[in-house]
Structures are given as C-alpha cells and as structure tokens.
C-alpha cells in the first residue's frame, strides 16, 4: 500500500496539470480579448492632422484634415464626395461657385467671400493652400450643399451623411466591445452600454457588423443585441433646391447655320433662305475669338437680323474658338476668370448692339485639361445671357467617353439649348465611314437625353457627305454637298443601293487605280433621320449647313415641324 499511495500522487498531480494545461487553452480560447485597437492602423492614419472619414455607413480612403481647430477638405475630395460645382481659377487665385442665380467668389487664403456685390466673412480663412493642394474649410462647403456631419474625439474622426433614407438598428442588451474584426479575440474599438442603439450593417454567423453612435465600424456578438427595427433618417435640408431659369421656347425648334467670312445683310439673307421652310432659327456664323485675351472679330449686321426677324426667325449668333486665319489658345482665355468676364461682356454688347436674340456656343477641340474652364464658362454665360433675356444654346459632339468633360449634364442645368452635332461619324484623316450612320445618331440623342431634358435638346443633322478615294494603302475624303454628290454617281453611272447598317444609300466603284465609296446623305436617310428626332421626343432640329441642301429636303422638315 505504502508503494501504491505515491503512484496515485503522482497519476493525480499528473491529471491536475494536464487539467490546468487544458482549462488555460479553453480559457485562452473562449474567453474575451482586452486589447484595444491602434486607432492610426484602423483608420489608416498617417499625420496628425488627418480627419478619418466614415461617408454613410463606410470608412473610405479621403481624409478631411485639422488646421488651426477647423476642419477641411482638400478641393478634390469636396468635388468627389459633395459638389463638383466649385472651380478654381489657378491663374487670378480664385475658388467660385455658380449656383442658379450668381456666382459667388473668394479669394485663395481669404476669410471674406462675394455674394451677389455684397462681401461676407468668416472667423477663420475659407481656404488654405497647402503645397500643390488647396483646402475648403467645411462650413463654407455647407452653404452649397445639403449634408451633415459630426465630430468626434478620441481619436478625432468625423461621421458625414449626404443620403438619407431608412436604416436598420437594434439596442445593446448589456455591456459589451464592439471589435475591429468578427472573433472575441479581436481588438476593441470602443464600448457599448445597455439601451445603446448601434446600425446593423451586416450578419457573419454570430455576429454583426455594426456602425455604434461614436462612429466606429466594427463587430458585435449578436447575443448581446435586441428589438431589431427600421428607423427614418431625416434628411438636411438647409440649401433650398435650386430653381434653374431657362428661355426655353416651348416649341419645335428648326434651327439653320448660315456659313459666312464677311458681313451679309438682307439681300444676302433672303437669297439664302429663298427656298427654305419651316426654319425659325437661324445662326449665322458671326463671331470668333481672336486672341488669348478674350477679344473677338465680328461680321455681325443689324440689317441681317431685322430681315430675319420679319422672316419669323429669332438670330442665335454664333461664337467660335477657331477661325482659319487665328491662332487661339482657347485654355488661356478660358482659365482666367477675367478674360472670361471680358468676353461674356463683349457677347453681351454685341447681342445688344445687333438685337440679335441669342448665342449658340460652338467651342470645339477644347483640351480635357481645360474641361472645368470650358464648364464653368457656360455657367457665367448662361447667368449674364438669362439676365439681358438672351438665349444660351452649347453646340456638342455626339457623347462619348472622351468628351465627357464637356460635362452635358451641367450645361443641361444652365443651357436653354443643348445642341448634338450629330455628323463626323468619319472625317478627313479617319478610316473611310458615313458622316452620320443611324446607330450612330440614335446612341447619340440617347446618351444625351439620359442626363439633359429631352426638350432642350436639338439633334443637328449634315447636309454634306464625304466622297472617298482610296489608292493604295491611302485613304482621303472630300466633304461634298448633297448635289454633288448625286452628281458623282450620275457622272459615273453609279447606283447607290439601300444600307441596312447605317440607314443610307451606298454606293462604291473602282474607277482606274482609285477605289471610291460614297455613303448618301439623301432625301431617304433624312426621312428616317426626322422620324427618329420625331419619335426621342427632343426639342428639334439643326442643319450643318445652308447652302449643301437639296431644295426638296425642306419638304420633308416642314413635315417634321408640322407634326
């Protein structure tokens, strides 16, 4: 017996520390992790300065940052996250903003801003230029746009909603850590007491991710949460919505550009249009900037506009950024807001000057740099047009990732007119193509009726073709109008035959060494074009230009505008 008692010792402090040794590993398994979170890992914090940001129920990337006590954004993450409407002009040191009625300006680094004439300040400056990078204090951003925001400390980040809508939230039943990750083990982010209300976000097994009302984005045992319900947020609504004014005609509009280098007057006019129909707005080609100052040449007659007006055609001149004998560089007029001013002026005097009745704005090949500029400029003019009672239309390609910058959603906001120049499919120096195919056209009007009203929209349509001449691996074109080109076919006894593809007569030959293809621009391709302008429901029509027409083609516009 004596010998037995020390084995049963031993085999019991044996079973003792293995007892031990597996009540630590089940401990250490189940029980809660007491490590809190590094705040600069899990916001991804980099300075001191930097501001996390959770943007409704995410932690995203843009940082807002402390300077001097008050909280910024840098130009960028406010176009990105609030309003792309600011602009800043690098040149006179300006950040502008053009709601629906003016333009209000501040100066880089200044604590005083301009408000239709009158001056207003701040406590603190409205924006800093740090580096390569300007900063809008957030208070300032809130005169304009409609969002909330809270701050909290410990470490400082800020909650910001910019969309309100229903959200899903439960209460704590007691005590507990929401964690950075799902797993008791995880580090804490902060507490949560009983009666706290957290927003469910997302269920993963036995947890939730959750966003708790000092803005942290973590995970929550579901055991620990109850009453789960539907709240409404309620939405700010401190910037009244914006009522955009527009002299929309309410009508069809058939509108003819008249192509000229030297001043015309009535008789010029009347030859012009003396087989025209149903055109009840005619935009002659009258201005074009001459230097990088703003400055504009002009071929503008009163004597022309009195002839149209008795004609029933309202006058929308145009404005060009090109012109063969000038070399603009159409970013230096448009970056600075002063030489912006000079030549809304100048269009405004004329206007008034000649009676005309309003602009059409055919600013082409701007640079994708220069795309803020150029928007930002259709905003000022369309301001300064409405007050003298003036009509804005914005001449623009047919939409297409590259263009994009034209920004046809916002000149639908301030425009009364935004015009498809729906020609150019092929040009000289491309592959050989229609000027206009009908797939092409109609994903034209679509794409720009998804983001402009229907009825501020004209589709412009050609009344030229292209004759293509391909020898060799060489490929020119000649833009024709139409008479020519039915001269072509005939002179070489060609027929042109129906094109399922592009909605046009076709026609090709090889005459010699040369290989010739002609797609017609024709009374059958203008019919189906009118029926397609008919059935978008758009704001009407426009013809590139006077002058390359069959007279017949007016026939069939005066269909379209009598339907």
């Not at 009726?449 to 030229?464: D, G």
Request: aromatic residues 12%; contains cysteine; negative net charge.
């Amino acid at each position: 017996m004596k010998k037995v008692i020390p084995v049963l010792v031993a085999i019991v402090l044996i079973c003792v520390v293995i007892g031990v040794s597996y009540g630590k590993t089940l401990l250490d398994k189940y029980s809660y992790g007491q490590e809190w979170a590094d705040y600069n890992s899990y916001f991804n914090i980099y300075s001191s300065d930097e501001v996390p940001v959770i943007l409704q129920d995410s932690k995203i990337e843009e940082k807002a940052k402390m300077i001097d006590g008050n909280i910024y954004f840098p130009l960028d993450t406010v176009k990105e996250l609030f309003t792309a409407r600011f602009y800043h002009d690098y040149n006179e040191n300006l950040l502008l903003y053009t709601n629906a009625e003016t333009t209000i300006r501040t100066e880089i680094g200044s604590t005083s801003y301009t408000e239709a004439g009158e001056s207003k300040t701040f406590s603190y400056p409205i924006t800093v230029e740090k580096g390569d990078t300007i900063y809008v204090a957030i208070e300032y951003i809130k005169k304009f746009v409609n969002f909330s925001y809270e701050l909290f400390k410990d470490p400082v980040h800020m909650q910001i909603y910019t969309e309100w809508g229903d959200k899903e939230v439960a209460t704590v039943k007691k005590p507990t850590a929401v964690r950075w990750r799902a797993g008791v083990k995880s580090e804490i982010l902060t507490e949560v007491a009983t009666g706290d209300v957290v927003e469910l976000l997302e269920p993963l097994d036995d947890w939730m991710k959750v966003k708790t009302a000092d803005g942290f984005i973590g995970y929550l045992e579901q055991k620990f949460i109850e009453d789960e319900r539907y709240e409404k947020e309620t939405p700010v609504t401190e910037v009244a919505p914006e009522n955009y004014s527009s002299l929309n005609r309410g009508h069809k509009i058939n509108l003819a550009w008249h192509n000229m280098e030297y001043v015309q007057g009535a008789s010029e006019l009347y030859a012009q249009c003396s087989k025209v129909k149903s055109v009840n707005v005619i935009s002659p080609t009258w201005f074009w900037l001459t230097d990088n100052d703003g400055n504009f040449d002009s071929v503008a007659s009163a004597e022309y506009v009195d002839a149209a007006h008795k004609m029933g055609m309202e006058v929308w001149a145009l404005i060009a950024n090109f012109h063969s004998y000038t070399d603009v560089d159409t970013e230096s007029v448009l970056t600075y807001t002063s030489k912006r001013e000079h030549l809304i002026e100048g269009l405004i005097a004329a206007a008034l000057q000649y009676n005309i009745d309003g602009i059409n704005l055919d600013f082409e090949q701007v640079p994708t740099s220069t795309g803020d500029a150029y928007i930002q400029f259709v905003r000022e003019l369309a301001l300064a047009y409405h007050e003298n009672n003036l009509v804005l239309s914005v001449d623009n390609y047919v939409p297409t990732a590259y263009t994009a910058f034209y920004n046809r959603e916002e000149q639908g906001k301030f425009a009364d007119y935004v015009i498809i120049m729906g020609y150019d499919e092929h040009y000289a120096g491309s592959d050989a193509g229609s000027v206009s195919s009908m797939p092409w056209m109609v994903k034209g009007i679509q794409d720009t009726v998804s983001v402009v009203p229907a009825e501020k929209v004209i589709n412009a349509i050609p009344f030229y073709t292209r004759v293509w001449k391909t020898v060799g691996d060489e490929t020119t074109s000649e833009a024709v109008t139409m008479q020519v080109a039915a001269d072509f076919l005939s002179r070489n006894g060609l027929t042109a035959k129906w094109d399922d593809a592009t909605n046009q007569n076709y026609a090709e030959a090889t005459i010699g060494t040369t290989f010739y293809q002609v797609w017609m621009e024709d009374l059958e391709s203008l019919k189906v074009r009118l029926n397609v302008i008919k059935e978008s429901g758009i704001a009407g029509v426009a013809e590139w230009k006077l002058g390359q027409e069959l007279p017949e083609v007016w026939d069939l516009i005066e269909a379209y505008m009598n339907y």
